[in-house]
């Protein structure tokens, strides 16, 4: 019913900035929460920020500074922007909303993840 696509990842030198976006499709009333998640090799999915639909924000303390979570309610569409990246920010990052669907049901939908690398 909901689908997110994910875009903007790829491979930058330490320093450097990225902007991945993900835009919902399908379905959709209204969408709540939006954020965005990272998940390194060998360790746990980790939340790196989220923003509300009032657009009140929530950052991981390892980003807060150098990353910027932004959204555009008119597309459906959350932002990440990434500056001053780190190689210990490599990880695949995933998008996650909070939908609430046309037939009043509230799904968690996630994306299917873009890759980000840091890297000299």
């Known amino acids: 019913q909901v689908q997110l696509v994910e875009s903007g990842g790829g491979l930058v030198q330490p320093g450097g900035s990225l902007r991945p976006s993900c835009a919902a499709s399908g379905s959709i009333y209204s969408i709540y929460r939006m954020g965005w998640y990272r998940q390194a090799p060998g360790k746990q999915r980790e939340l790196v920020a989220s923003?509300?639909?009032?657009?009140?924000?929530n950052y991981a303390d390892s980003v807060k500074g150098r990353f910027t979570i932004s959204r555009d309610n008119a597309n459906n569409t959350v932002y990440l922007q990434m500056n001053s990246l780190k190689p210990e920010d490599t990880a695949a990052y995933y998008c996650?909303?909070?939908?609430?669907?046309?037939?009043?049901?509230?799904?968690?939908?996630w994306g299917q993840g873009t890759l980000v690398t840091v890297s000299s």
């Open positions: 923003i509300n639909s009032g657009g009140s924000t």
């Open positions: 996650n909303m909070g939908v609430v669907t046309r037939s009043g049901r509230y799904l968690e939908v």
